[in-house]
């Protein structure tokens, strides 16, 4: 089963940084777009950012955009989310997922990130 696994959350304080990490635990994936979200406590998942196979293109929600940064490493099969200027609106559990046509797929546990002082 393939599933794909993040990991650097914790608790940072309100204009903090921190810096997410995401790969696959089966399989590269390297041809497709993979994405990461976010689900605050009684809200929807939402996307926060995409990368695309090349990883010269980048798309973000308009939340994050200028203080969030997605990179990959293909040598690595290891996507990035590098988060700065955060804020308590920025809490949640993030998730990465890969895109397989037009769904995404292969959702890992998620990372829980705290913006508290």
């Known amino acids: 089963q393939v599933q794909f696994v993040e990991s650097g959350g914790g608790l940072v304080q309100p204009g903090g940084s921190l810096t997410l990490s995401c790969a696959p635990s089966?399989?590269?994936?390297?041809?497709?777009?993979w994405g990461w979200f976010r689900q605050a406590p009684g809200k929807e998942r939402e996307f926060v950012g995409q990368?695309?196979?090349?990883?010269?293109?980048?798309a973000y929600a308009d939340s994050v955009k200028g203080r969030f940064t997605i990179s990959r490493d293909n040598a690595k099969n290891t996507m990035y989310l590098l988060m700065n200027s955060l804020r308590p609106e920025d809490t949640g559990v993030y998730y990465c997922?890969?895109?397989?046509?037009?769904?995404?797929?292969?959702w890992g546990q998620g990372t829980q990130v705290t913006v508290s002082s």
């Open positions: 997922a890969v895109r397989i046509f037009d769904e995404y797929k292969y």
């Open positions: 089966g399989g590269s994936f390297r041809l497709n777009t």
């Open positions: 990368i695309l196979t090349s990883a010269s293109s980048t």
